[in-house]
C-alpha cells in the first residue's frame, strides 16, 4: 500500500527556516516523481514544484522558484520542503503527492501525504 | 494555462445528478486533465485522470469527459460523502496548474 507520511505541525517565527518531510512506503521511491502542493487558509490548491529522487532532479514553479528548496533522501525514502527565512504568508498547508503519468510524463497526483500545516507567526 | 471552474458553489440534494465544469485558458492534452475531491480537514484524493479514466476505488457514479479546452465531471445519484470541493487539473509545458475549485453543499 502506498503511504506518504507528513511531519507535525509547525509554528515558527518570520525569519526562522524550516524543513518538512515526507516519508514514503509502499511503492519504488527513487522511479516516482514527488510533488509539494500549498494550500492557504481557506484557498485552493497551488503547485509548488516537483523532485525526482532517483537523481534529484527539481521543477519548480515559477512562483516559488527561490522561495523554497526540495530535496529528497533515497536512503529513508523521504521527501523534504524547505524554506531559509519564513514570512508570515507562508503559512498554509502544505502536501507531498507521489506524481504518475504515462508516456515519461508525470501528469497527476495519485497519493497525497495527510498535510503539515505550516504556522508563520510573530 | 488557466484552469476557471463554474460554477463556484452549487446546492443540491442527495440523490441528484450534477456536471462541474473545468475550462482551460488554452487547449489541454485531455491525457493531463484530471480531478480531485477534497473534503474539510482531509487531502485531496485523485478521482479522475486522463479525462475520463476512474483512479483506483473510485465509484462509477464519477465520470469525465471533454476534450481541448472543455471539460466536465459528472456525479450521477449524489451521495451525502459527495459534498465537497472539487478541483480540476492539468499538466502542461513542465507546469501544473489546479482551478479554483467548485464546492457542492447539501442542500
Known amino acids: 500500500e502506498v503511504q506518504l507520511e507528513q511531519s507535525g505541525a509547525e509554528v515558527t517565527k518570520p525569519g526562522e527556516s524550516l524543513k518538512i518531510s515526507c516519508k514514503a512506503s509502499g511503492y519504488t521511491f527513487s522511479s516516482s516523481w514527488i510533488g509539494w502542493v500549498r494550500q492557504m487558509p481557506g484557498k485552493g490548491l497551488e503547485w509548488m514544484g516537483i523532485?525526482?529522487?532517483?537523481?534529484?532532479?527539481?521543477r519548480y514553479s515559477p512562483s516559488f522558484q527561490g522561495q523554497v528548496t526540495m530535496s529528497a533522501d533515497k536512503s529513508i525514502t523521504t521527501a523534504y520542503l524547505q524554506w531559509s527565512s519564513l514570512k508570515a504568508s507562508d503559512t498554509a498547508i502544505y502536501y507531498c503527492a507521489r506524481v504518475r503519468g504515462y508516456g515519461g510524463y508525470a501528469v497527476y497526483f495519485d497519493y497525497w501525504g495527510q498535510g503539515t500545516l505550516v504556522t508563520v507567526s510573530s | 494555462t488557466v484552469l476557471t471552474q463554474s460554477p463556484g458553489n452549487l446546492s443540491l440534494s442527495p440523490g441528484e445528478i450534477t456536471t462541474l465544469s473545468c475550462r482551460a485558458s488554452?487547449?489541454?492534452?485531455?491525457?493531463?486533465l484530471s480531478w480531485y475531491q477534497q473534503k474539510p480537514g482531509q487531502a485531496p484524493r485523485l478521482l479522475i485522470y486522463?479525462?475520463?479514466s476512474r483512479a483506483t476505488g473510485i465509484p462509477d457514479r464519477f465520470s469525465g469527459s471533454g476534450s481541448g479546452t472543455e471539460f466536465t465531471l459528472t456525479i450521477n445519484r449524489l451521495e451525502p460523502e459527495d459534498f465537497a470541493v472539487y478541483y480540476c487539473?492539468?499538466?502542461?509545458?513542465?507546469?501544473?496548474?489546479f482551478g479554483q475549485g467548485t464546492k457542492l453543499e447539501i442542500k
Open positions: 523532485i525526482y529522487p532517483g537523481d534529484s532532479d527539481t
Open positions: 486522463g479525462a475520463s
Open positions: 488554452q487547449s489541454v492534452n485531455s491525457n493531463y
Open positions: 487539473q492539468q499538466y502542461g509545458n513542465s507546469l501544473y496548474t
